[in-house]
């Protein structure tokens, strides 16, 4: 896809990383399933030059789908992809089963500086 060759360029090509991180995030038992309700701030951050003078371009994304998943009970991952708009990740949703974490990004794909504030935990 054209999303997985931007991928593969940023990670040779260019010096290119991003910053996610979870703001806020509610998993609520809803009948047979759960509703999730989740806000992710997304960055893309690119650095120009090297060492000491090198700078770094921060750009808030829109309009990429990002990979969001959902680990239920007995640790099996659902991934929905969602649409970044102006650098924010939404998700509000009701899935069937019982949904323990969220976590953006949870197959790794983007080169990213922080995981740590990925996800609930």
Same mark, same amino acid.
């Given at each position: 896809?054209?999303? =997985?060759?931007?991928?593969?360029?940023?990670?040779? =090509?260019? #010096?290119?990383?991003?910053?996610?991180?979870?703001?806020?995030?509610?998993?609520?038992? +809803?009948?047979?399933?759960?509703?999730?309700? +989740? #806000?992710?701030? *997304? /960055?893309?951050?690119?650095?120009?030059?090297?060492? =000491?003078?090198?700078? @770094?371009?921060?750009?808030?994304? &829109?309009?990429?789908?990002?990979?969001?998943?959902?680990?239920?009970?007995?640790?099996?991952?659902? *991934?929905?992809? %969602?649409?970044? *708009?102006?650098? $924010?990740?939404?998700?509000?949703?009701? %899935? /069937?089963? #019982? $949904? !323990? #974490? %969220? !976590?953006?990004?949870?197959?790794? $794909?983007?080169? @990213?500086?922080?995981?740590? &504030? &990925?996800?609930?935990?």
């Amino acid at each position: 896809t054209d999303e =997985a060759r931007r991928v593969v360029r940023e990670w040779f =090509a260019e #010096r290119v990383v991003y910053d996610f991180a979870l703001d806020s995030a509610a998993l609520v038992p +809803a009948g047979v399933g759960t509703r999730v309700t +989740a #806000r992710f701030r *997304v /960055t893309q951050l690119a650095f120009d030059g090297q060492g =000491a003078s090198s700078l @770094e371009r921060a750009t808030p994304l &829109n309009d990429v789908e990002l990979p969001v998943g959902l680990r239920d009970a007995q640790g099996a991952w659902r *991934v929905l992809h %969602v649409r970044a *708009v102006h650098g $924010v990740v939404a998700l509000d949703t009701v %899935v /069937t089963g #019982r $949904v !323990e #974490r %969220v !976590e953006i990004d949870p197959e790794r $794909v983007y080169l @990213e500086k922080d995981r740590s &504030n &990925n996800s609930t935990r």
